[in-house]
């Protein structure tokens, strides 16, 4: 978003409270024209409470919702430009396909045949052409949730807000659903809110991610930022699978830009580039995904960055092997890839396994 574009939503200082405790605490964030922002946390961190104050159904505490340059904050739901999409769909079981899509453009009072052009869009946009006149207990968990989705992108609000639709769904449809909201928001460029406690789905479909805990904002940058450069251990705990070693540095080179780390298995070396707030002296957590990791077996030749360790547990899972070895009194989760073609270790095997030079490091008085 170049600094001349006008964001198509904004919060100032948002907070929420129910009695005595404080939901959301001075929540501050733009979401540029056409972007599909996810909202992820804990439960209990707030981000429903969220959703709905953006979307009007909880009123806010203090501060601002700014919708297309106008404060919103005041506004019921019907009278914003916005439209939620809930978890349960919230569909009229007496009424057909066609008449749940098009019941807000009829409240509207538009015209018979405009209603009917509108509907049968958006039947094609949901690909449920041919399905209008059935009712809503003759068609799948999936096909209802397009119905829901269809019916608030009928009167083309500016922002989307999506409250964990696909929650009630199984898994493989869940998959084909997330695949589904993704190409439909990014063919009719909506700017779309979503809310999901699984924070992979957030990773597959979103532009940003906003990561929210105990009502505070953690972290909002793109699924790259947060999965490889969390801002702290709560983040880098929370999206995925991770390893913290600790260590501290004990010195830079300035020629190859690589610092020193000394941790209690071996020294390491560190690539500034992803550590630019780092300095000599500072006690760190490396950030160690296990998929980053390579194993060895014990006799193999010495590599930079070589740890030894002892296979405690594998899993064999098709596609890869996750393994869990003891190092000194730490646990290490390695994920090994292609297990077909690779060494298969088993329990109580002596291994050696490189910690990767572009490692994230947090320091550990943040």
């Known amino acids: 978003m170049s600094n001349k574009e006008k964001p198509m939503l904004e919060l100032v200082d948002v907070s929420k409270s129910f009695g005595d405790v404080e939901v959301l605490k001075n929540i501050s ?17 707030g981000k429903t409470t969220l959703l709905r104050i ?28 916005t439209k939620m999409v809930f978890q ?9 396909v066609r008449k749940n ?14 209603i009917d052009d509108r509907v049968d869009e958006l039947l094609a946009l949901v690909h449920m052409d041919g ?12 096909q209802q949730q397009r119905v829901a ?50 924070q992979y789905e957030a990773m597959s479909i979103s532009d940003r991610i906003l990561v929210l805990n105990d009502g505070i904002i953690q972290q909002i940058g793109t699924p790259t930022d947060i999965y490889e450069t969390p801002k702290n251990k709560f983040i880098a705990e929370f999206v995925g699978y991770v390893n913290f070693l600790e260590g501290k540095i004990e010195s830079f080179d300035q020629d190859s830009e690589l610092y020193s780390v000394s941790t209690e298995h071996g020294n390491v070396s560190l690539n500034r580039t992803n550590n630019k707030d780092l300095a000599v002296a500072d006690e760190i957590y490396l950030v160690i995904r296990p998929e980053t990791v390579m194993i060895f077996s014990s006799d193999s030749e010495d590599l930079p960055n070589m740890l030894t360790g002892e ?31 690779s060494i298969k270790f088993k329990r109580g095997d002596k291994i050696k396994f490189t910690v990767p030079k572009s490692v994230h490091a947090l320091p550990k008085k943040g």
């Open 311 to 341: 296979i405690q547990d594998s899993m064999y899972a098709g596609n890869l092997v996750k393994y869990t070895i003891r190092c000194g009194d730490r646990e290490i989760l390695i994920d090994q890839y292609n297990p077909k073609d």
């Open 54 to 81: 953006i979307g009007g159904f909880t009123a806010i505490s203090s501060g601002q919702v700014i919708l297309d340059g106008e404060d919103i904050g005041a506004l019921p739901p019907n009278m914003r430009d």
């Open 131 to 142: 399905l209008g006149e059935r009712t809503i207990e003759r068609i799948s968990g999936g």
């Open 29 to 45: 964030a733009s979401v540029p024209k056409g972007e599909l922002l996810t909202f992820v946390g804990p439960s209990g961190c």
């Open 149 to 198: 989705l269809a019916r608030s992108l009928a009167l083309e609000p500016k922002v989307l807000l999506l409250d964990e639709p696909l929650s009630n769904l199984d898994a493989n449809l869940r998959v084909v659903m997330r695949e589904e909201i993704r190409s439909i928001q990014e063919r009719i460029g909506i700017t779309t809110i979503f809310v999901t406690h699984d």
């Open 88 to 96: 349960s769909y919230a569909l009229f079981p007496h009424m057909n």
């Open 101 to 114: 899509i098009g019941f807000g453009l009829k409240l509207q009072k538009m015209p018979k045949a405009k």
